[in-house]
């Protein structure tokens, strides 16, 4: 295990349990208490879209590219596909996901306590970073979707859509980013990606967006400052989630583990600007990065985990030092 600065190391209890709906060997997955209330009618499982046009090709990728320049969308490098129009429909209240036992077994009721859990700790955080909060939607959908930022497969990887400020999440993603990245499989490293597309909403909702320019590219962009800030926020959310609670005061998720934070710094690494050029085989070009390097992105997701979101801004930070 990499010694990382200052991370707080809680230890396993040796409690051999199953979880997550897993075997027994994946004690490393992050827990919610059994009896906490997860439930929250803000997140949603959009049915399946048929029949959605979806190009794979040079016009597809150039015109998300230009979108995720325009609205600081999550390409994430993997790859994308927009379609033609089409109407959202069929969004479902999940309502299957009570309780944080539902969270440890399946992962749409993860995603459901991710939400809770965050939405618990910026209530009380964004004000003190001088934040006024007010609520995203977190959309889980299959294969398609329609944004209010355009239209989405599976291929674009996890987003935030500022225009309607939505967390657009494929939940196959989490498959992908293990098979194509090698990022180890606790499920911290999934809600890692729901906390940092929360980061992105908190920048929404601050105005963080507003007087920068995400065309730019490279060290010290607007663009990587933007995402590594995104990063310290899951941090700062991480080392703060155990003491997020339902409405009857019951934490939703147990005292992270060292091995759990290890989950989230490769699921930050393994989406790493330098990672993803190597992954696909090109030259690595710092200089077309929009997301920061591997170890900027551990950096800053330690950063927050530290210090909390008091330390996340990186606007205020010279290039040399991002
Ligand atoms: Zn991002």
């Known amino acids: 295990m990499h010694n990382h600065r200052g991370l707080l190391i809680v230890p396993e209890n040796g409690a051999a349990k ?6 027994l060997q994946y004690r490393e997955c992050m827990t919610f208490n059994d009896n906490s209330n997860i439930g929250n009618s803000k997140v949603r499982r959009r049915g ?3 029949g959605l046009a979806v190009g794979g090709g040079g016009v597809g990728v150039i015109a998300i590219f230009l979108l995720s320049q325009l609205f600081g969308v999550d390409l994430g490098g993997l790859g ?5 129009g089409g109407d959202a429909s069929g969004d479902t209240e999940l309502s299957e996901c009570q309780v944080g036992e539902d969270a440890n077994a399946n992962v749409d009721c993860r995603m459901v306590g991710a939400y809770s859990s965050l939405e618990d700790y910026w209530v009380a955080q ?13 959309i889980l959908f299959d294969q398609t979707t329609t944004t209010g930022c355009g239209n989405a497969s599976s291929a674009t990887g996890p987003f935030y859509c500022p225009l309607d400020e939505t967390i657009y999440i494929d939940t196959s993603f989490y498959a992908d980013l293990r098979d194509r990245f090698g990022a180890s499989e606790g499920t911290l490293a999934e809600l890692y990606v729901v906390a940092h597309e929360f980061g992105h909403h908190i920048q929404q909702i601050g105005g963080l967006f ?15 400052r933007l995402e590594v800030q995104a990063d310290c926020f899951a941090g700062a959310w991480v ?19 060292g091995q ?9 690494s393994a989406v790493g600007d330098d990672r993803i050029q190597q992954s696909a085989g ?7 990065w929009t997301h920061g390097s591997s170890e900027q992105r551990q950096r800053w997701f330690s950063a927050g985990y530290d210090g909390g979101p008091g330390v996340c801004d990186t606007f205020a930070t010279g290039a040399d030092q991002l």
């Open 282 to 288: 090109g030259g690595v070009n710092p200089e077309t």
């Open 210 to 224: 507003e007087g920068t320019d995400r065309s730019d590219t490279g060290p010290g962009s607007d663009a990587i």
């Open 239 to 257: 080392a703060g989630a155990s003491q997020t609670e339902d409405e009857s005061g019951v934490p939703f998720l147990e005292p992270v583990t």
């Open 126 to 138: 964004a004000p003190a970073i001088g934040i006024e909060y007010r609520e995203p939607a977190l």
């Open 260 to 268: 759990q934070v290890q989950d989230a710094l490769s699921a930050a």
């Open 18 to 23: 199953a979880c997550c709906g897993r075997p």
């Open 80 to 84: 994308v596909g927009v379609g033609g």
């Open 48 to 50: 399946r879209t048929t």
